[in-house]
């Protein structure tokens, strides 16, 4: 009777055993949590909806969340390890990543081929620094949608385990769920923009639905709490959960809402986008490639050649590069030139680029021709969108980079002939008048440009306003200046470059102002920072009504910023002047008074002249040595000399002799190292571990009746023994050793004397560096004769060991007692025969 019942106990616990484990689908309050988790992944995921352009990102983080809730919640079921829903996940992001986020079905049969799964494993773990070296939004279609794809699954993952786990304590059990879901969110805003889309959808559906989520699994918790405890116990343990949540979502909400001006805290204010423009040249400093050099000839001139066509935008300005830092040498573009500016640097665009600027749209068609090769993209005013066409479009829209403070575009692969690309810009009102202010906010002034502070003064000493003193100065530069490419064989003395030499003594203090668009532009935008209004030189030209730019239309013009944050475009015919400069230089040298002039001294015969010269040249270098010397032993105290002189020679002998016995031993060690027969390789190595031991003051025995055995123990090293039995192995072998084998052994021997050098002090090591011990032979010199079995302090070969051995075998049969011998007890020492 009781075998019938065992036997139906256990049929019905194996019954129930297998429907417990395949009831795979989830019961109501399993629901219920699953629900939970996709509605909170939902709304953290739509965090990323000022990052990315369209609802793709959503689509593709909520299918991962999906996923990543089916596959851990099966696990559970099945009672897997959690290791298997993890890889099962990283199996399906390798799987599904590419057709969902690269758009690419892999190379065979739907699986993912090489050039898929690198792109994906290099988004997965630098795709975040692309998302933050973007400039919002990004493509919602491209590969920066592995981020949220990622992040879907690990939501999905992270709850759903989160929320099957059960701990003693209730209150644990409800919260951990939704702290997983509210790290995610958090993980959204930090990699999100400052000023969310929308505060009420990431902050308070999210907060509302985590504290519902909360209450629900509180009271689900403490239901169950020691069968159950009365009605007021439970409403006082929700109600401090609640109360709880509420104190963890003040944090949240902060991060979400944040200051209503500043913005919240996201990771891209403090990360760096790494891209350095500063390793470009300026294309300032090459200004004259433009200009006309009338019959003379340069392969690097494009003055008549076609730099790009332009189709629509005619009578605008288009500019090549915008530059907003001066060091002393040249005006060059650079990240981070305004303070305060969160947008001054190159980041990374998508083809739509949120650049928020009223004014006049304008789309146009750029094709690049034969005299333009660079980085620079041509654009006009401020660009909203890009899309790149001929000549390699897709390294070029990943490449690409855009400053939204400097409107400058630039393609770090390169731009070519028949490259074409079109875009979509806004040219804002950037007209100048007298009446408009200046911004405050100025950039430091680059050293070396005091030279400008009393032109800046005298120019503008009758202007009440900053930007009324730049108009003085630029309306003093067109009217005093005078224009020069440096070309005419008279005007070849006016030379190229803007650094601080050739504006100050070659521009403002010459006796001529004379140059061209580059000395012009760089000394104007020098002179409006000088009076209090920032300012930067840019490169560009005004499109012609065909279209067509040439060499000849580039020109370099001034742009300063007004106080409402705009840029107001001074043109450069407001401050360079057209008219060429005169042949002759005026006078200022006052003539002398009086009818006669003295005349000048004679000068000697060149012969004696130059004698006469080297000869007061030899003396007054002698002179000159001499006097260094004496003015250097001036200034030295006393006792600095009298310890160079009475300590210096003996130190230095003391350093050159501990020199000699450092050098001594790493000869010694080279020799022994290198030696030519292999077996004294091994003899060599052996006395190197010997001869270390010395130096660290180990009493190691030497002589002729020592083995190597016996030296080991002397050593006290556990590897020792070991080491000279190898050394007995190969050198007493019935083999010739082979080089390698050397080679490792000794690199055995390396590893112990490291360790003992490491057991000791420091002082002891320094110690043993300079010791003698080793280096003094005495009774530890063997003869060759005498190495084998009996002696490892030789460093000669073996082959004369055995020799000397065998020359010595007639002595064998005066041995007595041969029978004890072969009595003696197994590893016993071992004597010179």
């Known amino acids: 009777m009781s075998t019938s019942h065992d036997a139906s106990h256990d049929a019905s616990v194996d019954t129930a055993t297998r429907s417990r484990r395949r009831s795979v689908l989830p019961d109501p309050a399993t629901a219920l949590d699953l629900g939970f988790v996709l509605l909170l992944s939902g709304l953290a995921l739509s965090g990323f909806a000022t990052s990315f352009t369209g609802i793709g990102f959503l689509v593709v983080g909520l299918l991962g969340t999906v996923i990543g809730i089916a596959v851990a919640h099966a696990s559970r079921a099945l009672r897997w390890p959690l290791i298997a829903p993890v890889l099962i996940l990283a199996v399906l992001f390798f799987l599904l990543g590419g057709p969902l986020c690269l758009r690419s079905v892999g190379d065979t049969a739907f699986l993912p081929g090489g050039s898929t799964l690198g792109k994906l494993a290099d988004q997965a773990i630098f795709g975040w620094k692309d998302l933050l070296t973007t400039l919002p939004p990004v493509d919602g279609d491209g590969p920066l949608l592995v981020l949220p794809w990622l992040l879907g699954l690990v939501a999905g993952l992270v709850g759903t385990v989160l929320s099957g786990l059960g701990f003693r304590r209730s209150w644990l059990s409800a919260l951990l769920p939704v702290l997983g879901l509210t790290a995610v969110l958090v993980a959204v805003i930090l990699l999100g923009v400052r000023h969310p889309q929308s505060v009420l959808v990431q902050g308070s559906a999210f907060a509302a639905a985590a504290l519902g989520w909360l209450a629900i699994r509180a009271r689900r918790a403490s239901a169950s709490v020691r069968g159950g405890s009365s009605g007021w116990g439970r409403v006082a343990l929700g109600a401090g959960l609640v109360l709880l949540a509420s104190a963890l979502a003040m944090p949240a909400s902060a991060l979400v809402t944040g200051d209503d001006d500043e913005g919240r805290a996201v990771v891209r204010t403090w990360v760096e986008p790494p891209f350095d423009i500063g390793r470009y040249p300026s294309p300032l400093a090459g200004f004259r490639k433009y200009i006309d050099l009338g019959s003379a000839e340069d392969p690097a001139n494009v003055f008549d050649k076609t730099l790009f066509t332009v189709e629509g935008g005619a009578g605008l300005r288009i500019r090549i590069a915008a530059m907003d830092t001066y060091d002393g040498l040249v005006w060059g573009a650079s990240n981070d ?497």
Do not use: C
Request: aromatic share 6%; no cysteine.
């Open 337 to 833: 030139a305004l303070p305060g500016a969160a947008d001054d640097s190159f980041q990374r665009v998508s083809s739509t680029i949120d650049n928020p600027v009223k004014g006049k749209k304008v789309t146009a068609e750029v094709t690049i021709g034969e005299g333009y090769d660079g980085v620079w993209l041509p654009t006009i005013g401020a660009l909203q969108g890009v899309d790149f066409g001929l000549g390699d479009p897709t390294t070029k829209a990943e490449t690409f980079r855009y400053n939204l403070a400097t409107s400058t575009a630039v393609v770090p692969s390169g731009l070519r002939r028949g490259d074409t690309y079109s875009f979509t810009a806004v040219q804002p009102d950037d007209e100048l008048t007298p009446e408009t202010l200046g911004s405050s906010s100025l950039t430091g002034l680059a050293p070396g440009t005091g030279f400008l502070k009393e032109p800046a003064a005298d120019w503008s000493e009758k202007a009440t306003t900053p930007m009324g003193r730049v108009l003085a100065i630029a309306a003093h530069l067109k009217s005093e200046g005078k224009y020069s490419d440096g070309v005419v064989k008279a005007e070849q003395i006016y030379h190229p470059g803007h650094n601080i030499q050739r504006l100050s003594d070659g521009f403002i203090g010459a006796q001529q102002m004379v140059g061209n668009d580059e000395q012009y532009a760089a000394v104007m935008a020098l002179l409006a920072n000088e009076v209090g209004v920032p300012a930067r030189v840019v490169l560009g030209a005004v499109v012609p009504d065909d279209g067509v730019v040439t060499g000849e239309q580039v020109q370099a013009w001034v742009e300063l910023r007004a106080s409402d944050g705009s840029w107001r475009t001074l043109p450069t015919e407001e401050f360079m002047s057209t008219e060429k400069p005169s042949e002759q230089l005026p006078e200022t040298d006052t003539p002398m008074s009086g009818t006669v002039v003295p005349p000048p001294a004679p000068i000697p015969p060149p012969s004696d002249a130059g004698d006469q010269s080297d000869a007061d040249l030899k003396e007054r270098k002698a002179t000159k040595e001499d006097e260094d010397e004496k003015s250097i032993a001036e200034r030295l105290p006393a006792w600095v000399l009298v310890v160079v002189k009475y300590v210096g020679g003996p130190l230095l002998l003391v350093v050159a002799l501990l020199g000699a016995i450092i050098g001594l031993k790493l000869l010694r060690r080279r020799r022994r190292r290198t030696a030519s027969v292999v077996s004294a390789r091994f003899v060599g190595a052996w006395r190197e571990l010997v001869d270390h031991a010395r130096d660290l003051g180990q009493p190691v025995p030497l002589g002729p009746t020592v083995t190597r055995r016996e030296q080991s123990g002397s050593i006290g090293t556990e590897s020792a023994p070991s080491l000279a039995r190898r050394a007995d192995s190969f050198v007493f072998g019935p083999t010739a050793p082979q080089a390698e084998a050397a080679a490792t052994y000794w690199e055995s021997v390396d590893a112990e004397r490291r360790t003992m050098s490491a057991s000791v002090g420091r002082r002891r090591r320094l110690l043993a560096a300079i010791s003698l011990a080793s280096l003094r032979r005495g009774t530890a010199t063997v003869s060759p004769t005498s190495i084998g079995a009996t002696t490892p302090a030789s460093d000669e070969p073996a082959a004369p060991a055995r020799a000397g051995r065998l020359s010595r075998l007639p002595r064998l049969p005066r041995v007595p007692a041969l029978p004890r011998v072969s009595k003696r007890p197994r590893g016993g020492k071992r004597r010179s025969s």
